[in-house]
């Protein structure tokens, strides 16, 4: 390249001097790629360790504009590399590799990479990158304006309609960017604008952000507001726009995976975006993912939450569960989290349960998205060990209109579970003792956190819990665990999916939660069979559990996050329970899920992510529960619904009675799930776990 | 002679390599990003991919010798040593490493072996070869060299020339 190049020419200046950060632990490779980054008179940057180079990512995150890995690393997986820097530091990631098989390069595409070139390396491949970089600044700014507007919208009433076409719209746009899109830039716009000092957005800040926008409701959360509720100095409400962005594209991803599912279910009626949401949700419900505080926002970002739960063509429908897929993935250095990444996966209404398998067919765990999908991109769930269904996607359908459940992913919840099975286990016990269990157990899964920083993991843990705990309860006080759970959990994929499956089973199902679930996965046979998981009708619940939860959990669980999840959360149960017809065990475990719907918001109150529980476990052995509860819970519309159940939502679940009335709505209303317990929170619910 | 004959001497002296199928237009890639300010990049780049593989090619030979055979690790160390002989252009030695990667997926525990004393003889001929190469390229760098000088750094790269082409 000749220094004329671009020289005096302020439009080609920019790929002159591009920082570049290069990273492969193969030195020959390394020198040359740095020779030929030389050449095309970038500024390079190499290191033969990852963890160097994320060291240095992290210490300036103004200092690259570009970051070039090789996948196989000793010290760590370039995926994973890929995967926190796109989520923490929203730079556009390059993956290297002398593998040309398509899998892999699918799953750099689902980790967010923006190109994936072969070695041998040559220039003219090299001599193009730039346009990654400025892609990312023109989108970002492009979802920003976006995304203001559809602040306004969410101004005032839960337009879920409204948002979901905007999130429908901004997913379909996303969709064609793939990951990149997702991580829009954080400070950065236009090259030509002035670089403002990047907030960082720590685990504490993120936190409280998180919290924010659980109180809010993931609809009506709005920068202005946030800002407010966060009360941090020097944070402006631009420095909160766009993380919430990123934070709803966080959530946007982890259903991306499910995308396809979600576009059935989209057809089913609802809205993808909402859907999307909800799994994002997930993914960012994380926030205490394990992996770092970063990693949270960066899943945030893919959250879009508002429209998640338009997915099930019902607001309520936000089942968003453990959307966390794509964000959550980085649970990493939990280790077990329930792989948020797979919260992609998840969230395809993949109810499958993450890791176990369990896939309790609604509850995609969100972890292990792969039901949905087949795990792509949902590699971040697979941390969910806690197996507990970790992808309790609980569609939540808003029982409205079809069932379209939102897988959510709740996937991504479980990242936190995973952890600590065994905490659902205990919550489960509770459950079984019955009906208390409904407020603790839900969230015993939530206990299960402890471990994990995410919630996530909690949840999947409590899915499991919960599902055992529902099984023996059955009742609404498992449900209300599991609820509880979710909202914890929302994090959770896996606590999702049990927690949606429970969702599920309480919108709007009788008293014997369990039994109502069936009815709901029937409806949501409409949507894609399987992923249809059965949006848990547990709409109106799940909007007052949502609330509540967030309420209640932050008490609890300061770690989940889950406070947001609850808001979101219930929404971000996407447990996607397939509804095969095998709506029975849904429905088993869909009751449950309502319960814990609208458990969660008692639980807040009481426990968050005890109520869970019950559920959650309840629907492991569904497995099938596959529910998304697209706990659209954000949309409000699903706790709107909710008649009676109000009530019991004020916390402390441990009205069983509540759940019940509840559920006898929500049978009147619809039997299919409304999304509004799920909505709650889908990822509350998954934070539950 | 002339430094023009010299330099299309040493031109024409990778050629065999080329045709012998050693190297391929990675290699070419190399050279051409040195330049004036990069004078012996290929020497370098090339020099670490020495140091480089011969820590590979000697996990290889530890991982061989375990028993059993723990394919999935040698899978791993032989694409690490196929990427960095494919960003040199070591052509022969890519095929090998190709070879004894399915060897490895088919748990053929035998042929990877095999493949892999193949593979070790094809990096050592390449390796010599680069390293006269090299020795020509440095003879006929422009220096100030005498005739006398020059004379015999043409005399040498003909030599060269006739023993590659035996």
């Given at each position: 390249?000749?220094?004329?190049?671009?020289?005096?020419?302020?439009?080609?200046?920019?790929?002159?001097?591009m920082r570049v950060l290069a990273v492969d632990d193969d030195p020959t490779c390394l020198l040359l790629l740095e020779t030929l980054l030389r050449r095309c008179q970038y500024h390079v940057t190499t290191t033969s360790q990852a963890i160097a180079a994320l060291k240095m990512l992290r210490e300036n995150k103004n200092k690259f504009d570009l970051v070039i890995s090789d996948v196989h690393m000793p010290d760590m997986d370039g995926f994973k590399l890929l995967e926190l820097v796109g989520l923490e530091m929203d730079l556009p990631v390059i993956m290297l590799s002398a593998n040309s098989d398509p899998k892999l390069v699918m799953k750099g595409i689902s980790h967010g990479a923006c190109d994936y070139l072969l070695k041998p390396v040559r220039m003219e491949e090299l001599k193009n990158i730039?346009?990654?970089?400025?892609?990312?600044?023109?989108?970002?700014?492009?979802?920003?304006n976006h995304f203001d507007n559809q602040d306004k919208l969410h101004h005032g009433s839960s337009e879920a309609t409204a948002d979901q076409k905007l999130n429908k719209k901004r997913k379909d746009q996303n969709e064609d960017e793939d990951e990149d899109r997702d991580d829009n830039e954080h400070e950065n716009e236009d090259p030509t604008t002035q670089k403002k000092p990047r907030v960082v957005w720590s685990v504490e800040l993120h936190r409280k952000f998180v919290a924010a926008v659980n109180q809010l409701g993931i609809d009506k959360a709005v920068p202005k507001k946030i800002l407010d509720l966060m009360n941090v100095e020097k944070l402006t409400r631009e420095n909160v726009a766009s993380h919430l962005q990123k934070y709803r594209l966080y959530l946007k991803r982890i259903s991306t995976v499910a995308n396809q599912q979600a576009n059935m279910v989209a057809a089913l009626g609802s809205t993808d975006s909402s859907y999307l949401q909800m799994s994002s949700v997930n993914g960012l419900g994380f926030p205490n993912l394990a992996g770092t505080g970063q990693f949270h926002n960066a899943a945030f970002r893919s959250l879009p939450p508002s429209g998640m739960l338009g997915r099930l063509n019902s607001p309520a429908a936000l089942g968003m569960c453990g959307l966390p897929s794509s964000g959550v993935i980085q649970i990493g250095p939990l280790p077990t989290p329930g792989h948020l990444?797979?919260?992609?996966?998840?969230?395809?209404?993949?109810?499958?349960?993450?890791?176990?398998?369990?896939?309790?067919?609604?509850?995609?765990?969100?972890?292990e998205v792969d039901q949905i999908q087949p795990n792509k991109g949902v590699t971040y769930i697979r941390e969910l060990p806690t197996d507990v269904n970790n992808t309790t996607t609980f569609s939540v359908s808003n029982g409205f209109q079809d069932a379209k459940i939102m897988a959510s992913s709740s996937n991504s919840a479980f990242l936190g579970v995973s952890n600590k099975p065994l905490m659902l286990e205990g919550s489960v016990q509770e459950v079984q003792d019955g009906r208390q269990f409904g407020k603790q157990s839900s969230l015993t899964v939530a206990s299960l956190d402890s471990g994990f920083s995410s919630n996530f993991l909690d949840h999947g843990r409590c899915n499991d819990s919960w599902s055992s705990a529902v099984q023996s309860t059955g009742d609404q006080s498992n449900s209300f665990g599991i609820n509880d759970c979710f909202k914890q959990a929302t994090l959770l994929p896996s606590n999702i999916r049990d927690s949606m499956s429970t969702m599920a089973l309480q919108s709007g199902n009788n008293p014997s939660q369990v039994s109502s679930i069936s009815t709901v996965p029937i409806h949501l046979q409409d949507s894609k069979a399987d992923l249809q998981c059965q949006i848990a009708s547990i709409r109106s619940n799940t909007r007052q559990i949502i609330n509540n939860a967030p309420q209640g959990w932050d008490d609890q669980s300061q770690r989940r996050d889950a406070t947001y999840h609850s808001n979101a959360e219930c929404s971000s149960i996407n447990s996607v329970i397939p509804n095969h017809g095998t709506g029975s065990p849904m429905g088993q475990s869909l009751d449950p899920n309502n319960a814990i719907f609208q458990k969660t918001k008692s639980f807040n109150s009481t426990r968050q992510s005890d109520i869970v529980d019950p559920f959650l476990l309840k629907h492991n052995e569904v497995d099938n529960l596959a529910m998304e509860t697209l706990m659209s819970s954000n949309d409000g519309y699903v706790i709107g619904q909710q008649k009676p159940q109000g009530s019991y939502f004020s916390n402390n679940f441990g009205s069983l009675d509540d759940l019940e009335s509840v559920m006898v709505k929500q049978e009147q209303d619809k039997v299919t799930i409304t999304e509004e317990e799920f909505g709650f929170g889908s990822y509350s619910l998954r934070t539950c776990m | 002679m002339e430094r023009n004959q010299l330099h299309r001497l040493v031109a024409l002296s990778r050629q065999p390599l080329f045709d012998q199928g050693f190297l391929d237009e990675q290699f070419l890639q190399l050279e051409e990003l040195q330049d004036d300010a990069n004078p012996n990049f290929v020497e370098e780049v090339v020099t670490l991919y020495y140091r480089d593989s011969a820590r590979l090619i000697l996990n290889i030979e530890q991982a061989?010798?375990?028993?059993?055979?723990d394919f999935n690790k040698l899978d791993i160390l032989m694409h690490q040593f196929k990427g960095s002989s494919s960003s040199i252009g070591a052509k022969k030695v890519k095929a090998e490493c190709t070879f004894f990667r399915e060897n490895c997926r088919a748990g053929n525990g035998e042929g990877c072996i095999r493949t892999f004393q193949q593979l070790k003889k094809e990096y050592a001929t390449l390796r010599k070869k680069l390293e006269a190469y090299f020795q020509l390229r440095l003879h006929a760098?422009?220096?100030?060299?005498?005739?006398?000088?020059?004379?015999m750094a043409g005399i040498h790269l003909k030599m060269f020339l006739v023993s590659e082409a035996l």
């Open positions: 390249m000749t220094v004329e190049q671009g020289i005096g020419q302020p439009r080609d200046q920019f790929p002159i001097g730039w346009q990654h970089v400025i892609r990312r600044r023109k989108f970002n700014n492009k979802d920003r990444t797979n919260c992609q996966s998840q969230f395809q209404s993949i109810v499958h349960t993450g890791n176990d398998g369990n896939v309790l067919q609604g509850m995609p765990m969100s972890l | 061989l010798e375990r028993n059993p055979l760098a422009p220096s100030e060299k005498s005739v006398a000088e020059e004379e």
